[in-house]
């Protein structure tokens, strides 16, 4: 079946400019978070959705960082006056429910965003 | 959040077992402890994961010291395509996952 994809699938980008990234999750998962990884890191928390709202934005860098998920499916994380700091790759993950201590979280291939 | 310690790195010979630790000493009881990998240019997946009993799937093992204070994930006969940095989590029940570093896990030909 299809897992979480991510568009698009690298992004290069100039410093102050505005970007969106886009996220599919598996059909029927009501949670979906977004983390972003730097070379040589693990994965860090941004935020997370369960359906339409933001369970828990408390990843989130600053206010310049803002996810929308306005029918429950579909996400979009959206950066804005973009810096060189912003480089990473940006990960989307969805699971059936949240909430739960057990809940399997599937990762899309994510975003390689490129800020020059 | 409940904190993990790994090593950096380990390496293995293709085709042995590979048992990697994770000491998590401040665990809580409700702590489930998670075992996620990421393969090169990929995001992570999902491994295993159990709370005190043992646990098996078709991908590893993971064995649970009686105390839960650490853990250890056990591939049975590794193979090339199981090289990927691990990653030893808990979870308190939100369901965020908050990733350490992991270990780099190196698969020698």
């Known amino acids: 079946g299809a897992g979480v994809s991510q568009t698009p699938s690298n992004k290069v980008t100039e410093k102050g400019k505005y970007v969106e990234l886009r996220c599919d999750p598996i059909?029927?998962?009501?949670?979906l978070y977004w983390y972003r990884q730097s070379l040589g890191q693990g994965p860090e928390f941004l935020i997370y959705?369960?359906?339409?709202?933001?369970?828990?934005d408390s990843g989130l860098p600053n206010d310049r960082f803002f996810a929308v998920r306005p029918e429950g499916s579909v996400s979009t994380l959206k950066i804005q006056r973009t810096e060189r700091g912003d480089s990473a790759v940006y990960l989307c993950?969805?699971?059936?429910?949240?909430?739960?201590?057990?809940?399997?979280?599937?990762f899309g291939p994510g975003t390689r965003l490129t800020v020059l | 959040d409940a904190k993990t310690t790994q090593p950096n790195s380990m390496e293995s010979n293709e085709e042995e077992p590979v048992h990697l630790p994770c000491n998590h000493s401040?665990?809580?009881?409700?702590?489930?402890i998670h075992w996620y990998r990421q393969l090169p240019s990929q995001g992570p997946e999902y491994v295993i994961h159990?709370?005190?009993s043992n646990v098996n799937n078709r991908m590893a093992s993971l064995a649970i010291a009686e105390d839960r204070k650490s853990s250890t994930l056990i591939l049975h006969r590794a193979t090339l395509r199981d090289a990927a940095v691990y990653y030893c989590?808990?979870?308190?029940?939100?369901?965020?996952?908050?990733f350490g570093k992991g270990t780099r896990l190196h698969i020698l030909p």
């Open positions: 159990g709370l005190t």
């Open positions: 993950a969805s699971s059936l429910d949240s909430g739960s201590s057990y809940n399997e979280q599937f």
């Open positions: 401040t665990i809580s009881g409700t702590d489930y």
């Open positions: 059909s029927g998962h009501t949670a």
């Open positions: 959705f369960q359906g339409t709202g933001a369970a828990d």
């Open positions: 989590i808990l979870k308190e029940g939100d369901d965020k996952i908050i």
